[in-house]
């Protein structure tokens, strides 16, 4: 391989390198926004939602595009749940490695409730 060969073939895979890190599940922007149901939350503007029943890392993966960072995660032994807190003041709980409810700092909840 010549020597101008081998230098442009550095520069494309150093592209592809930057490229890859690249990830369209980092968060760029303010969060989307959700709507409130009886068996999950519902992304504002779209017909998809994050229901009940979904993987916990799934789920916070979403959840985090739609109410904003994940700001504590705690295990709550009086109803036995793992709580996940986002910045926006959405309660998500989890039990089993699976999304079983949300509550949020205004008293609204559906499935899995726990006192925060």
């Given at each position: 391989?010549?020597?101008?060969?081998?230098?442009n073939t550095i520069?494309?895979?150093?592209?592809?390198l930057?490229?890859g890190?690249?990830?369209?599940?980092i968060q760029?922007?303010?969060?989307i926004g959700y709507?409130l149901m009886?068996?999950g939350?519902?992304?504002?503007?779209?017909?998809?939602?994050?229901?009940f029943?979904?993987?916990?890392?799934g789920a916070i993966t979403?959840?985090?595009?739609?109410?904003?960072?994940?700001?504590s995660?705690?295990?709550?032994?009086n109803?036995d749940a793992?709580?996940?807190?986002?910045s926006?003041?959405?309660?998500?709980?989890?039990?089993g490695n699976s999304?079983?409810g949300?509550q949020?700092?205004d008293?609204?909840?559906?499935g899995l409730?726990?006192?925060?």
């Open positions: 391989m010549s020597r101008s060969n081998l230098r520069i494309v895979l150093s592209g592809l930057v490229v890190c690249a990830s369209s599940d760029t922007g303010p969060p709507r009886a068996d939350l519902g992304v504002v503007g779209s017909d998809k939602e994050v229901s029943g979904r993987s916990e890392v979403a959840l985090e595009k739609l109410a904003g960072t994940a700001i995660i705690e295990v709550n032994g109803c793992k709580q996940v807190r986002f926006d003041g959405l309660v998500a709980n989890f039990r999304f079983e949300w949020t700092s008293g609204q909840n559906a409730s726990c006192p925060v």
